[in-house]
């Protein structure tokens, strides 16, 4: 390959993506589309995603992501009008991530950081993963949105609610709740994840409290569903505290 320019970082990191796809089958995690800043599949084109480690500033476009079990991370705020199809991972990570296009057969998850997914389409093949400050809205989710298996507060209910969505949200079989500074907590109502409809195991055996033994001594710790909030109630001796 000969050039009559020098070309730019974003065009080398393209190049060399290319050539170890098409040489070896595989991308160099060092040159990998996570490199990149803004990307735009144009109406027509068809980016293939294989591999973790591909984060964009930006994802607009009206074209095709097709996912091979990739991993894919926008950061900053955009809107993607084209179609998603394969098996893999698209993450929201600070990012206000709008997909206004149409469902072609994505069988993946989403995962929401610290941001927001607007959802038009139904994506019947996919789960969304809330994770810490993650909202879902416009979510017609037949598989639902996931709650994360591990939320972790202090007090003052830093990083709470974990998530929200106006869909359905489903609770995990298993996780752990970790409280950290027990001794100033005072809030009485803490809102760990609200959902339009909640499914939720038959009971909450699978989930597991930490973080209270150096504090306080627990009788009893329940997990329950109550006012479309899942909610952890604790019973200590001589007082009762509700975190829902």
């Known amino acids: 390959l000969i050039y009559i320019r020098t070309l730019e970082e974003s065009e080398v990191y393209k190049l060399d993506?290319?050539?170890?796809?098409?040489?070896?089958?595989?991308?160099?995690?060092?040159?990998?589309?996570?490199?990149?800043?803004?990307l735009t599949v144009d109406s027509g084109a068809t980016l293939k995603v294989a591999g973790a480690g591909h984060v964009f500033g930006d994802l607009s476009g009206a074209g095709t992501v097709e996912f091979a079990g990739g991993v894919v991370t926008v950061t900053n705020g955009s809107a993607f009008a084209g179609s998603l199809t394969g098996s893999g991972t698209l993450r929201a990570d600070g990012a206000s991530l709008a997909l206004t296009g149409a469902d072609a057969g994505f069988h993946g998850d989403f995962e929401v950081r610290n941001g927001t997914l607007a959802l038009t389409g139904a994506?019947?093949?996919?789960?969304?993963?809330?994770?810490?400050?993650?909202?879902?809205?416009?979510?017609?989710?037949?598989?639902?949105?996931?709650?994360?298996?591990?939320?972790?507060?202090?007090?003052?209910?830093?990083?709470?609610?974990?998530?929200?969505?106006?869909?359905?949200?489903w609770i995990p079989d298993a996780g752990t709740v970790r409280v950290t500074d027990l001794d100033n907590l005072e809030a009485r109502w803490i809102v760990l994840a609200e959902g339009g409809t909640i499914r939720a195991p038959e009971d909450f055996s699978g989930w597991k409290l930490e973080g209270l033994e150096d504090s306080l001594t627990v009788n009893r710790a329940i997990f329950?569903?109550?006012?479309?909030?899942?909610?952890?109630?604790?019973?200590?001796?001589?007082?009762?505290?509700l975190l829902r």
């Open 123 to 169: 994506y019947p093949g996919a789960v969304v993963r809330l994770g810490a400050g993650g909202q879902v809205t416009g979510s017609s989710l037949a598989a639902g949105v996931q709650l994360a298996d591990e939320i972790v507060t202090d007090s003052a209910g830093t990083g709470l609610p974990v998530g929200s969505t106006d869909g359905n949200l």
């Open 224 to 241: 329950e569903i109550r006012d479309g909030a899942f909610c952890l109630r604790l019973r200590f001796k001589g007082m009762t505290i």
């Open 17 to 38: 993506a290319y050539l170890g796809a098409k040489w070896f089958g595989r991308v160099s995690p060092r040159y990998a589309l996570a490199k990149m800043g803004p």
